[in-house]
């Protein structure tokens, strides 16, 4: 195995596996944003490209943000959708697998996951490539294991198989136990172009190619987004904004004087030409690799991962990228490295909640109560296999937020009239007109 390691780590070198298809990567830029200091003046601002200057909420981010514009366009709000496109948006650049839960080590993000399972959305059972996968190990004892975690939790016990003398579990893996499992391929870029033409069906207005430019804030309170479109600003007022922007979002928020606790994550992702395996294959064990196939290709990435400070930093850590090609030849005996013919190497960036830099694969949700300011969720989805749990959590805080908001105003405008509610006369009338003046 070792001269195996070797050989492929020369012949690695020789390749170079065509990092050089990241280099138009490079150019990715994230719209300069200026401290708004409290108040911003908007008022100067041009209203184009967009055919209301008000929406009822503003969903930022169309990757998992494409699940929440459906879900709040589904409970007959008035929403405005907008994306840049990036190509390197993790959402439609992950490894196309819908997650069954099984695989995990942590049980709310395990039983989570096997919930969103289980109730797959019709746009991802219609989106579904291949059922089915193989979780290996290379001894019995992880499986073991793993399976009395996954019992202990209440998730279904997958099919299990075992080694026998002269047998394998998988003729083209190295391991000695395994077992199967639900999870599938998925095509995450058809699921959400069906999410989108759905999203529209239902009255909202969707935008691809908007660049954020910057969020505005007043006081404590989000009042809007300027955008450019085809080569014009505008700006675009709305009662509530979500920001689902992955690893787009940091800046954006910063800018207005809200720090989340979450980080940002490259990972390495190599793509094969070929279908390698029948189903997707990963292992419960050391290197921790997962095999993807999907279209006629392979897709396999590991858990090495480094922190990064942007998003635009897409470009794959060669040693790392070395180190997975070698896991693979070692796992996969049938695969020689003359047989590689690799079609890409792209990184991914993964942005999560943490605290103290520890990951958590879990959705999160900031509100008001997290960063103090109104008519504003950031929407971190963990998982892609997520994206309609976290869509229904965020609905449910939108819709709240907005009700809060009405019964506020017509508080004020019970005060304005001189009345309270049940109809007492108010003792600051001047006070509060002053207040709903401004």
Same mark, same amino acid.
């Given at each position: 195995?070792?001269?195996?390691?070797?050989?492929?780590?020369?012949?690695?070198?020789?390749?170079?596996? *065509?990092?050089?298809?990241?280099?138009?990567?490079?150019?990715?830029? %994230?719209?300069?944003?200026?401290?708004? *200091? !409290?108040?911003?003046?908007?008022?100067?601002?041009?209203?184009?490209?967009?055919?209301?200057?008000?929406?009822?909420?503003?969903?930022? !981010?169309?990757? +998992?943000?494409?699940?929440?514009?459906?879900?709040?366009?589904?409970?007959?709000?008035?929403?405005?959708?907008?994306?840049? !496109?990036?190509?390197?948006?993790?959402?439609?650049?992950?490894?196309?697998?819908?997650?069954? $839960?099984?695989?995990?080590?942590?049980?709310?993000?395990?039983?989570?996951?096997?919930? #969103?399972?289980?109730?797959?959305?019709?746009?991802?059972?219609?989106?579904?490539?291949?059922? $089915?996968?193989?979780?290996? #190990? /290379?001894?019995?004892?992880?499986?073991?294991?793993?399976?009395?975690?996954?019992?202990?939790?209440?998730?279904?016990?997958?099919?299990?198989?075992?080694?026998?003398?002269?047998?394998?579990?998988?003729?083209?893996?190295?391991?000695?136990? *395994?077992?199967?499992?639900?999870?599938?391929? %998925?095509?995450?870029?058809?699921?959400?172009?069906?999410?989108?033409?759905?999203?529209?069906?239902?009255?909202?207005?969707?935008?691809?190619?908007?660049?954020?430019?910057?969020?505005?804030?007043? $006081?404590?309170?989000?009042?809007?987004?300027?955008?450019?479109?085809?080569?014009?600003?505008?700006?675009?007022? +709305?009662?509530?904004?979500?920001?689902?922007?992955?690893?787009? *979002?940091?800046?954006?928020?910063? #800018?207005?004087?809200?720090? &989340?606790?979450?980080?940002?994550?490259?990972?390495?992702?190599?793509?094969?030409?070929?279908?390698?395996?029948?189903?997707?294959?990963?292992? &419960?064990?050391?290197?921790?690799?997962?095999?993807?196939?999907?279209?006629?290709?392979?897709?396999?990435?590991?858990?090495?991962?480094?922190?990064?400070?942007?998003?635009?930093?897409?470009?794959?850590?060669?040693?790392?990228?070395?180190?997975?090609?070698?896991?693979?030849?070692?796992?996969?005996?049938?695969?020689?490295?003359?047989?590689?013919?690799?079609?890409?190497? /792209?990184?991914?960036?993964?942005?999560?909640?943490?605290?103290?830099?520890?990951?958590?694969?879990?959705?999160?949700?900031?509100?008001?109560?997290? /960063?103090?300011?109104?008519?504003?969720?950031?929407?971190?989805?963990?998982?892609?296999?997520?994206?309609?749990?976290?869509?229904?959590?965020?609905?449910?805080?939108?819709?709240?937020?907005?009700?809060?908001?009405?019964?506020?105003?017509?508080?004020?405008?019970?005060?304005?009239?001189?009345?309270?509610?049940?109809?007492?006369?108010?003792?600051?009338?001047?006070?509060?007109?002053?207040?709903?003046?401004?």
């Amino acid at each position: 195995m070792e001269t195996r390691r070797n050989q492929g780590g020369e012949h690695f070198r020789k390749l170079r596996i *065509g990092f050089s298809l990241m280099n138009a990567q490079k150019d990715i830029t %994230i719209g300069s944003h200026q401290s708004l *200091g !409290g108040r911003k003046d908007v008022s100067r601002v041009p209203v184009r490209s967009f055919s209301c200057a008000h929406v009822e909420v503003a969903t930022l !981010g169309l990757g +998992c943000g494409s699940a929440i514009a459906w879900e709040m366009a589904r409970r007959g709000l008035e929403v405005s959708g907008m994306d840049a !496109g990036y190509v390197s948006a993790a959402t439609s650049n992950n490894q196309k697998w819908k997650h069954s $839960g099984w695989i995990y080590h942590d049980k709310p993000t395990a039983c989570r996951l096997a919930a #969103a399972f289980a109730h797959m959305h019709p746009a991802e059972q219609a989106n579904v490539a291949n059922w $089915g996968a193989h979780f290996l #190990a /290379h001894n019995e004892e992880t499986l073991d294991a793993h399976l009395l975690t996954l019992a202990q939790w209440g998730l279904t016990s997958p099919e299990v198989t075992r080694k026998l003398p002269g047998q394998k579990v998988s003729p083209k893996c190295n391991c000695t136990a *395994g077992m199967r499992t639900p999870d599938c391929v %998925i095509n995450f870029a058809g699921l959400l172009r069906d999410l989108a033409v759905e999203t529209e069906r239902l009255g909202a207005t969707l935008s691809l190619r908007a660049h954020i430019k910057e969020l505005v804030r007043d $006081g404590n309170t989000l009042t809007g987004v300027v955008v450019k479109q085809d080569g014009s600003e505008s700006f675009l007022r +709305c009662q509530h904004c979500v920001v689902a922007l992955g690893g787009w *979002g940091a800046e954006l928020l910063r #800018a207005i004087g809200v720090e &989340l606790p979450v980080r940002r994550w490259k990972s390495n992702i190599v793509t094969l030409e070929g279908e390698l395996v029948p189903h997707i294959t990963a292992w &419960l064990d050391t290197p921790f690799l997962t095999v993807v196939p999907f279209r006629g290709q392979t897709l396999i990435a590991d858990t090495r991962r480094v922190l990064v400070t942007s998003a635009c930093d897409v470009i794959p850590v060669e040693s790392d990228v070395e180190l997975l090609l070698q896991d693979a030849v070692a796992n996969l005996p049938f695969l020689r490295w003359s047989d590689f013919r690799v079609a890409r190497v /792209h990184a991914a960036i993964k942005t999560e909640f943490a605290v103290d830099l520890s990951g958590n694969q879990d959705l999160a949700v900031f509100n008001e109560s997290d /960063h103090g300011v109104r008519g504003l969720t950031v929407a971190l989805p963990g998982k892609a296999s997520l994206m309609f749990a976290l869509a229904r959590q965020v609905a449910d805080q939108v819709e709240a937020s907005l009700a809060a908001t009405r019964g506020e105003r017509r508080q004020l405008n019970w005060m304005a009239d001189g009345a309270s509610p049940s109809g007492a006369t108010s003792s600051l009338p001047s006070i509060a007109r002053r207040i709903t003046s401004q």
